[in-house]
């Protein structure tokens, strides 16, 4: 293993926050709305986090759930948040904007690369929505992403892995390709074998009860609240620093 390998995983909750560090995670992506695959978090929730946690966090910078093609006012929340992350102490923001054809739009990402400065940028899986991954790598490259999180344009990393490795060999020292979806405990190792990637990301989301005692019988709706798995991040974060699970 290398020593430079690092874990990041999602967080949807504070108090996740504090189970992601306490089981040894490198670095937080900071969430909400777990049923949409990640929108912007609020003020108040980012604020708590980062006085909660001392690893890195990186806001998702994502205003709505859909797909990636944004309109100007959309555009406009997207700048006022990273500025909010940047007030907030952040260490980075994840982000990504697409063209109706499928391209990366670069004029407007690279704006918000600019804003962002000095906070890292990682642009999310928007690039598994797009028509031409290896030009889609350059691009984002070019726009000035430190970190590029990609399932191989697959529903999962593992299904993917052909691409990824390719993108991790086109990529070279210019941008950390970093796999996600579907990373779990049992086929971490064979990710590393497979693509070479340095930097892994995972939800390691469980849903657990709500901590009310009293229930609404005439409301059924489904009161889960959605957290993570400490021990399978534990697990992970042992893999990747060559310690046995």
Same mark, same amino acid.
Do not use: W
């Given at each position: 293993?290398?020593?430079?390998?690092?874990?990041?995983?999602?967080?949807? +909750?504070?108090?996740?926050?504090?189970? /992601?560090?306490?089981?040894?995670?490198?670095?937080?992506?900071?969430?909400?709305?777990?049923? &949409?695959? @990640?929108?912007?978090?609020?003020?108040?929730?980012?604020? *708590?986090?980062?006085? +909660?946690?001392?690893?890195?966090?990186?806001?998702?910078?994502?205003?709505?759930? @859909?797909?990636?093609?944004?309109?100007?006012? &959309?555009?406009? $929340?997207?700048?006022?948040? /990273?500025?909010?992350?940047?007030?907030? %102490? !952040?260490?980075? $923001? $994840?982000?990504?904007?697409?063209?109706?054809?499928?391209?990366v739009d670069t004029d407007? !990402?690279?704006? #918000?690369?600019?804003?962002?400065?000095?906070?890292?940028?990682?642009?999310?899986?928007?690039?598994?929505?797009?028509?031409?991954?290896? *030009?889609?790598?350059?691009?984002?490259?070019?726009?000035? !992403?430190?970190?590029?999180?990609?399932?191989?344009? *697959?529903?999962?990393?593992?299904?993917?892995?052909?691409? #990824?490795?390719?993108?991790?060999?086109?990529?070279?020292?210019?941008?950390?390709?970093?796999?996600?979806? %579907?990373?779990?405990?049992?086929? #971490?190792?064979?990710?590393?074998?497979?693509?070479?990637? /340095?930097?892994?990301?995972?939800?390691?989301?469980?849903?657990?009860? @709500?901590?009310?005692?009293?229930? *609404?019988?005439?409301?059924?709706?489904?009161?889960?609240?959605?957290?993570?798995?400490?021990?399978? /991040?534990?697990?992970?974060?042992q893999i990747l620093k %060559?310690?046995?699970?």
């Amino acid at each position: 293993m290398q020593d430079n390998m690092k874990l990041e995983i999602i967080a949807f +909750t504070v108090h996740s926050c504090k189970l /992601i560090e306490e089981a040894g995670a490198d670095r937080i992506e900071l969430c909400d709305n777990p049923a &949409e695959g @990640g929108t912007t978090p609020s003020y108040g929730f980012i604020k *708590q986090a980062r006085s +909660t946690c001392s690893i890195p966090i990186f806001p998702m910078i994502r205003p709505r759930g @859909g797909d990636f093609l944004y309109d100007g006012d &959309e555009f406009d $929340v997207m700048k006022t948040d /990273i500025r909010a992350c940047k007030l907030l %102490g !952040c260490d980075g $923001v $994840v982000l990504g904007i697409l063209k109706a054809d499928g391209s990366v739009d670069t004029d407007r !990402c690279r704006e #918000l690369v600019d804003l962002a400065y000095p906070m890292e940028v990682s642009f999310h899986r928007a690039f598994d929505r797009t028509a031409d991954p290896i *030009q889609s790598l350059e691009d984002v490259i070019n726009i000035g !992403c430190t970190r590029l999180l990609s399932s191989g344009c *697959q529903p999962t990393a593992e299904k993917g892995s052909a691409l #990824l490795k390719t993108l991790i060999e086109k990529a070279g020292d210019r941008i950390i390709v970093m796999p996600g979806s %579907g990373i779990r405990s049992d086929n #971490l190792q064979d990710l590393i074998q497979s693509t070479g990637a /340095i930097e892994y990301h995972s939800s390691a989301r469980i849903q657990v009860p @709500g901590h009310m005692s009293f229930q *609404q019988s005439s409301l059924p709706e489904n009161m889960m609240l959605t957290s993570v798995d400490a021990e399978e /991040i534990r697990k992970m974060a042992q893999i990747l620093k %060559g310690q046995p699970v």
